[in-house]
T-cell receptor, first 110, second 113 residues
Framework: QKEVEQNSGPLSVPEGAIASLNCTYS??????FFWYRQYSGKSPELIMS????GDKEDGRFTAQLNKASQYVSLLIRDSQPSDSATYLC??????????FGAGTRLAVHP | DGGITQSPKYLFRKEGQNVTLSCEQN?????MYWYRQDPGQGLRLIYY???????QKGDIAEGYSVSREKKESFPLTVTSAQKNPTAFYLC????????????FGQGTRLTVV
């Protein structure tokens, strides 16, 4: 079992729709969870971080965390073509070990 | 400005040669990380370090070596034992507090010919 799992996609949504990205993790003691966006050939950039159960909203982005189910998600509302990228889920566990999922490719079409 | 600097951006080496990738940060971060990314794939952890003079293997450490002699620097050596070294290498750093994000350098694209 991989430590952090994501559906590789591509996830294709029309402009203006909600994109839903999901991630599961295996280490129950993990405390910190992150969503990064990566454009092709570039470094990842942080979109959202979440540390406690529930929802966290920032503009068009909402992160959701359920530690009992070991599940993290990212919702992107009013998706734009500029949101087309790979979204990486990352989990920080013991000894500050930071593990990434394989990423989900999102394509937003006009 | 504070940040993480990786150099060079592009690197070409002949097969069988060792090569060292540079990573320097001035963010006063204790934790530093090296990742490898292949086309269409996610980030795989090579090595990470929580503190000076200490580091741990990640999931794909074979064929790589690191050192952490200074807080600011975490160089990665790709040795000739690494069977398929051509990849995009990313260095990151973060505070040692648990609820803090990692910041990335611009990456080094290594091509072995």
């Amino acid at each position: 079992q991989k430590e952090v799992e994501q559906n590789s996609g591509p996830l294709s949504v029309p402009e203006g729709a909600i994109a839903s990205l999901n991630c599961t993790y295996s280490d129950r003691v993990s405390q910190s969870f992150f969503w990064y966006r990566q454009y092709s050939g570039k470094s990842p950039e942080l979109i959202m971080s979440i540390y406690s159960n529930g929802d966290k909203e920032d503009g068009r982005f909402t992160a959701q965390l359920n530690k009992a189910s070991q599940y993290v998600s990212l919702l992107i509302r009013d998706s734009q073509p500029s949101d087309s990228a790979t979204y990486l889920c990352a989990v920080k566990g013991g000894y500050n070990k930071l593990i990434f999922g394989a990423g989900t490719r999102l394509a937003v079409h006009p | 400005d504070g940040g993480i600097t990786q150099s060079p951006k592009y690197l070409f080496r002949k097969e069988g040669q060792n090569v060292t990738l540079s990573c320097e940060q001035n963010l006063n971060h204790d934790a530093m990380y090296w990742y490898r990314q292949d086309p269409g794939q996610g980030l795989r952890l090579i090595y990470y370090s929580q503190i000076v003079n200490d580091f741990q293997k990640g999931d794909i450490a074979e064929g790589y070596s690191v050192s952490r002699e200074k807080k600011e620097s975490f160089p990665l050596t790709v040795t000739s034992a690494q069977k398929n070294p051509t990849a995009f290498y990313l260095c990151a750093s973060s505070s040692d507090r648990p609820n803090t994000e990692a910041f990335f350098g611009q990456g080094t694209r290594l091509t072995v010919v």
